[in-house]
């Protein structure tokens, strides 16, 4: 402790600007992997919780996926001597002016024998349940959303419905608290019936929630209710809807994590670098401290709690940095994941689990002192008698280099087994790493070879300045190698995200111009994934006598859990699907498969749903149906982004059968060849837009709205190019902050001799672009192999979307004069620094 | 087995009896009638509520075990047309269907919404519907000087677990009755104001006692009549939502 | 050729040191000129301030016609470049470049000819009897070839004034009297001004002029004898 104090700290304090920069890789390692986990603990926690207070007393739900069930499931559930008390549910998240509000649709009449509705004052109109249930209007508002929306007893609130906007009266306004404290507070509660009506439910119900008779367990009343029921429905504790909403976020989870890692390794390399020059400019310091009697033990472990230090330091402000990103990701999350719910979570409080805190602190100190085992082994071994001699010692040696080589050699030759037997998945990702590995270890040997092969060129373009500075490359592989390896990691990371992000992209487009072709959509919603509202089947009668309308297809998209997975049932009328854009499937005959799935003999899947359920085709798919389990091959594979989960199209009238509903989610229309599609979408307005909650969206809006989604999904993905091209300039600050240190005397005597200023600016500058573009050609070329796996991965666990391998010639075109930009523009603090200190001391320094 | 049925809201006979069952059943007896038509004002005082008048017609067919009733509420505006059809089953739980004119649907009350109280008044769903003896054990506690004292135990689900009657010997009317569930006493019903209607002894009053919440109502009836000549049609899903 | 005129130099610190104190001193053109004194006693400081690598606390420095105080860093730089050459203890060549290289680091920086330098370049280590050690890193020679590269180094554009630091310092004797030898030949062949700052007696009893240091003045200022001279 002494020693860190009398020998560290004054060293320290000298480069703190250094240490700073060196802390960054692992506040950014550490920050985004606590602010990924902690804004999706968040967004589950805040899930968990409405599901809890909204679950009041409720012991089991059953469900049967998005579409529901008609209300007679719910006297079958009454019905059973096992069940205390049932009361149906309906959940609808709708817009106001301040926001989402989730409406919960109850039975006023027997919903307080599970949930708790405390209300404010002692109004007899709540107190009087008929009065509620004879005004349809009537609405439960909490305390919060009144005091937001500045809303009393009788208050007028508007809401957008099925029958067009509508004006509600707020009947009850519950104390905060409890169910009042659900959704953040944004909750509404009106009849159960009046939600049926005002969101085109039909006579269906969300699910049933409800409460087992004394002496039930929760095992047996389940079993008890499955078998009343039958397969096509859900019975499952409310706590297991999030069982769910984890998994959806698993991929997620998967992508932050490799992120952080990413981040953490480039931080690494940052640490390593700082400390191996910490090692070579403390060799006369360390010399000494032996020359007094310092043990080899106490030298290494003086370095150790230096990155100790460096660690604790790094990684607390990495949490705090995680912290203040998870505020802002949270939302994000949760908007996401609300998508694939329909309801879900209010962005509120952080939830901070002190076991991820401390997990991530520990990961960054055990990160820091991983990287100053090496740095700290050299310094143990500094021989006290060189160390005060004059000149210094610090380059490579070819010994070590050769053992890299090795080691590079043996893990790119696991790396190639892995890759045979890369059908297992730990397989897979153990090639990825190992590849990642044997890269890193040969850095330093391609960044020397690399910096022979600059020489010559530098020198071209400028005699002194540019050989000094390929010299300054090949002299100082410590400082260079480091850095090289924080860049190509980093490089290699937005080379293959970039690579998925455009190829997903091509194939998106593509997707969208052969399937998504029709000339207009009729939705419920602004957007096409807005499921709340459903349209009734009359209105597409009425839609094809608009003249102008060639062509009608229903589309009825639900969500129902199939292989354990919440995943996007497509009802459409096949044969004209065939007809308009006959899509050609992955796997499957194109003659017959359509004809099949038309005839209510099988499906055809996506092929995200192919790769991440596991199925294939001539597989039979059960997906449960009130009615029954449905039990139908699948007749093909067709590639279609519908879901991030999956899809599973099949016919119309196989749906309305199974599931005894004819509503529809959108109206896909064609025109006529020569109609005008503005005035069309206006009669359609005209005639259906005053009665109907209807919107009428052109081929290219939905177009626009689905690249916007995907610019979405790809936005965190920049965000992590960012921070990754962020740390890895901060790596080139970093040695060439060092290496203008190293080179102080020879700078100088290039001064004495008749340097001008601009000409050791110069060798500076010529020094970053050249680690800038080593870099670069070492970071292009692991990101061809990375993409590699970036592809396998999305395809694995992520979007399960086979993309085909296309090296992002624009976006490594790109990205080369940007790199050489930052690398410049880091050069030009280290370049001043250079030509301002004082000659004198630079040319005695030693 | 006997098929009689005992009205908690609507009753009055009188016979001699020795067991406590008899004498159940001879209040039913004197009961009796083919048809009923009131209008009745429920007035809701106590347990924090505003005091609250609801109006309501209310019209019965058939006698105990097949009886069917159909009951509209006129005053106040806000609920004016929600209608409540009660078809009674001498061997299990009547079916109650509300009619709720500002959705425009009927809505089935399930059997274990019917201990929930029937629209902020002090009865509960359960209270309204008419159950058979034989669902019940009977047993006589006392002579209280021309009142008789009886327990009843429900053999099915009820929300009571037992209940003291009052059973006035000079004409066979309940006068009062008191039901306990787990917890204690839970309702207390007093029976007021007899009248003889068509040789039926009625009590034109009758207040109910929700004992834990504190609050009672009082049901007046007005236009009181027995066997009156009513339709069976009326009394169906259709008539309810027809709103006649 | 040089002069100085009232030349202080104090560095500032904790406590302020006085390196040189109102110092005057002219030194004639084609001079060769030692300069002695005790360790700390101010000799390198001035050498530095001659040679523009430091500006004077107060005072003016002229060479060759320029008065250094007027210019500026860059302008120090030119100076330094066209009428300076260097000659240090430790070389101070850099171990990266051949000597070729190292000698031709002034030339380029002067933005000379590729084929004009290297011509020069192979001209100065013929002068200097190195031209077999043309594409030799430093580290491969020896102390004595080292300076010898450093001297041709610095007579690389044959600048008016040469300056010295303890050139023989590093040196055993008998290297330290052949790199003396070198540096009177070509003291009499480019006739240049040479400053050379020393602690060696017998190196500064060669120059025709040595100037004692001690404390941050000048405290003799003797011509040396032919006899003397030639002793060496």
């Keep these: ?846 | 087995m006997s098929r009689k049925l005992i009205p908690w809201l609507l009753l009055a006979a009188p016979l001699v009896a020795q067991d406590a069952r008899q004498i159940i059943e001879e209040v039913q007896r004197r009961q009796r009638s083919e048809s009923q038509h009131y209008e009745g004002t429920l007035e809701v005082t106590g347990g924090g509520n505003r005091i609250a008048t609801k109006r309501w017609t209310f019209d019965r067919i058939g006698s105990f075990g097949s009886s069917k009733s159909i009951l509209r509420f006129t005053v106040p505006a806000e609920v004016k047309g929600v209608g409540l059809l009660i078809v009674n089953h001498p061997e299990r739980a009547s079916d109650q269907w509300m009619w709720r004119p500002a959705i425009g649907r009927e809505q089935r009350i399930a059997l274990q919404d019917r201990s929930t109280r029937f629209f902020g008044t002090d009865f509960s769903f359960e209270d309204l519907e008419e159950r058979d003896v034989a669902q019940f054990d009977f047993k006589l506690l006392g002579d209280e000087g021309g009142v008789w004292k009886v327990e009843s135990t429900p053999r099915k689900s009820s929300q009571y677990t037992r209940s003291f009657l009052w059973v006035k010997k000079e004409n066979y009317t309940i006068v009062k009755v008191e039901s306990y569930n787990k917890k204690g006493l839970l309702r207390a019903i007093d029976y007021r104001d007899f009248e003889q209607v068509k040789g039926i002894w009625t009590a034109r009053t009758t207040e109910i006692q929700d004992v834990p919440r504190n609050s009672r109502t009082t049901l007046k009836y007005d236009k009181l009549e027995y066997n009156i000549p009513l339709k069976d049609a009326d009394f169906t899903l259709d008539a309810l939502r027809r709103g006649t | 050729m040089i002069h100085l005129r009232g030349v202080s130099k104090r560095f500032e610190g904790k406590s302020k040191v006085t390196a040189l104190e109102r110092l005057d001193l002219d030194i004639a053109r084609g001079e060769m000129v030692s300069i002695v004194g005790p360790s700390g006693s101010g000799k390198s400081t001035l050498l530095n301030l001659i040679g523009g690598l430091d500006r004077p606390t107060e005072g003016e420095i002229e060479l060759d016609g320029e008065a250094l105080s007027k210019l500026n860093d860059d302008g120090l730089t030119r100076v330094r470049r066209d009428k300076i050459g260097f000659i240090f203890q430790f070389f101070n060549l850099l171990p990266t470049l051949t000597c070729v290289e190292n000698v031709s680091l002034p030339l380029h920086l002067r933005g000379w000819a590729r084929k004009k330098v290297d011509e020069r370049a192979r001209e100065l280590l013929g002068m200097v009897q190195l031209s077999h050690r043309l594409d030799h890193l430093p580290d491969e020679l020896s102390g004595g070839e080292r300076q010898r590269v450093a001297i041709a180094r610095a007579l690389s554009v044959y600048p008016p004034v040469l300056l010295a630091d303890e050139p023989t310092g590093n040196l055993d004797t008998a290297t330290g009297d052949e790199i003396l030898k070198l540096v009177h030949d070509l003291h009499e062949r480019l006739g240049s001004t040479i400053l050379m700052v020393t602690h060696d007696a017998s190196v500064a009893e060669s120059c025709e002029r040595t100037i004692r240091i001690r404390d941050g003045r000048i405290v003799a200022d003797v011509r040396n004898t032919r006899k003397e001279r030639v002793r060496s």
Excluded at chain 1, 153 to 159: D, F, I, K, Q
Excluded at chain 1, 568 to 595: C, F
Excluded at chain 1, 654 to 661: G, K, L, S, T
């Design chain 1, 1 to 846: 402790m002494m020693l860190l104090r009398l020998i560290s700290w004054p060293y320290a304090r000298k480069h703190l600007l250094r240490w700073l920069l060196t802390l960054t890789g692992i506040v950014l390692g550490v920050g985004v992997f606590v602010g990924m986990h902690t804004a999706n603990q968040s967004v589950l926690a805040a899930f968990h919780e409405t599901i809890d207070r909204i679950a009041g007393t409720t012991q089991l739900q059953v469900t049967a996926g998005e579409p529901g069930f008609d209300e007679v499931v719910l006297e079958k559930v009454q019905a059973l001597a096992e069940v205390r008390a049932a009361a149906p549910v309906i959940e609808a998240t709708v817009g106001t002016d301040t926001g989402n509000v989730l409406i919960l649709g109850v039975d006023m009449l027997g919903d307080r024998s599970l949930r708790t509705y405390d209300f404010e004052g002692t109004d007899a109109a709540i107190d009087d349940p008929l009065v509620f249930l004879a005004q349809a209007d009537s609405l439960i508002v909490t305390r919060t959303f009144a005091d937001k929306n500045g809303l009393k007893l009788n208050s007028r609130v508007p809401m957008k419905t099925m029958q067009g906007d509508l004006v509600f009266t707020v009947r009850g306004i519950m104390k905060p608290g409890g169910l009042a404290s659900a959704f953040g507070g944004d909750l509404a509660v009106m009849d159960i019936y009046a939600a049926q009506k005002f969101f085109g439910r039909g006579r269906k119900f969300d699910r049933v929630d409800l409460a087992l008779a004394d002496g039930v367990t929760l095992e047996q009343g389940a079993a008890k209710l499955r078998t009343a029921l039958g397969p096509g429905f859900e019975v499952e504790p409310p706590s297991s809807r999030g069982d769910q909403f984890e998994q959806t976020s698993r991929a997620y989870t998967l992508g932050s994590n490799i992120t952080s890692v990413f981040a953490l390794f480039i931080g690494m390399f940052i640490i390593y670098n700082t400390f191996a020059i910490a090692v070579t400019q403390r060799r006369a310091e360390i010399g000494i401290l032996r020359a007094l009697g310092a043990t080899r033990a106490q030298i290494r472990t003086l370095f150790l709690a230096e990155s100790a230090v460096a660690g604790i330091a790094g990684s607390s402000l990495g949490v705090l940095f995680g912290i203040a990103l998870a505020r802002g990701m949270s939302g994000y999350i949760g908007g996401m994941l609300s998508e694939v719910y329909g309801v879900a979570q209010h962005s509120g409080e952080l939830e901070l689990d002190p076991w991820l805190l401390g997990g991530a602190l520990a990961m960054g100190v055990v990160t820091s002192l991983f990287a100053a085992v090496i740095p700290a082994r050299a310094a143990a071994s500094v021989d006290p008698v060189k160390a005060l001699q004059k000149g210094r010692n610090q380059a490579l040696t070819e010994r070590e280099n050769r053992v890299r080589r090795w080691w590079a050699l043996v893990c790119a030759t696991a790396a190639g087994v892995a890759l045979l037997l890369s059908n297992n998945s730990v397989m897979f990702y153990a090639g990825f790493v190992l590849s990642v590995i044997a890269s890193v270890l040969l850095a330093p040997t391609l960044t020397l070879w690399l910096s022979h092969a600059l020489r010559p060129v530098l020198s071209a373009l400028r005699p002194v300045e540019g050989t000094l500075a390929a010299d300054s490359l090949i002299q100082g592989p410590r400082r260079t190698s480091g850095t090289v390896a924080a860049l190509m990691l980093s490089l290699a990371l937005v080379v293959s995200l970039g690579g998925l992000s455009r190829s997903s992209f091509a194939s998106l487009s593509e997707w969208m111009t052969t399937a998504l072709n029709p000339d207009l959509f009729v939705t419920t919603g602004e957007t096409l994934t807005s499921r709340t509202f459903v349209f009734p089947a009359l209105l597409g009668e009425g839609l094809r006598k608009i003249p102008g309308v060639a062509e009608l297809q229903m589309v009825r998209s639900v969500r129902v859990t199939v292989r354990n997975a919440p995943v996007m049932i497509l009802a459409i009328d096949v044969e004209s699907l065939e007809k308009r854009t006959g899509m050609r499937p992955l796997e499957g005959d194109v003659r017959t498969m359509y004809k099949q799935v038309a005839r209510g003999e099988g499906v055809l899947i996506s092929e995200n749903f192919a790769h991440l359920r596991g199925a294939k085709l001539g597989e039979v798919l059960e997906i449960p149906a009130p009615t029954g389990m449905l039990r139908l091959p699948v007749a093909g594979i067709v590639r279609d982004y519908s879901d991030q989960q999956g899809s599973v199209l099949m016919s119309r009238e196989r749906f309305i059968q199974a599931w005894n509903d004819d509503s529809v989610n959108i109206f896909r229309i064609y025109l006529q060849p020569g109609a005008d599609e503005a005035a069309v979408r206006q009669r359609i307005l005209d005639a259906y837009g005053k009665t109907q909650r209807l919107f009428v969206l052109t081929n290219s809006e939905v177009r626009q709205y689905v690249t916007r989604l995907t610019d979405q999904w790809f936005g965190l993905t920049y965000i992590q190019i960012a921070v990754a091209v962020l740390v890895a300039m901060l790596g080139i600050v970093n040695a060439l902050t060092v290496s203008i240190t190293d080179r102080r005397r020879e700078l100088g005597v290039l001064q004495a001799v008749g340097g001008l200023r601009q000409q050791i600016r110069h060798t500076v500058w010529m020094e970053a672009v050249a680690i800038g573009f080593i870099g670069i050609v070492l970071g292009l070329a692991l990101g061809a192999v990375e993409l590699y796996y970036a592809l396998g991965i999305a395809r694995r666990d992520m979007i399960g979307i086979d993309i085909g391998y296309s090296y992002p010639v624009g976006v490594a075109a790109a990205l080369a004069p940007v790199i050489l930009i930052a690398a410049f523009l880091a050069a030009i603090g280290p370049a001043e620094s250079a030509v301002r200190g004082s000659l004198v001391e630079a040319l005695e320094y030693e």
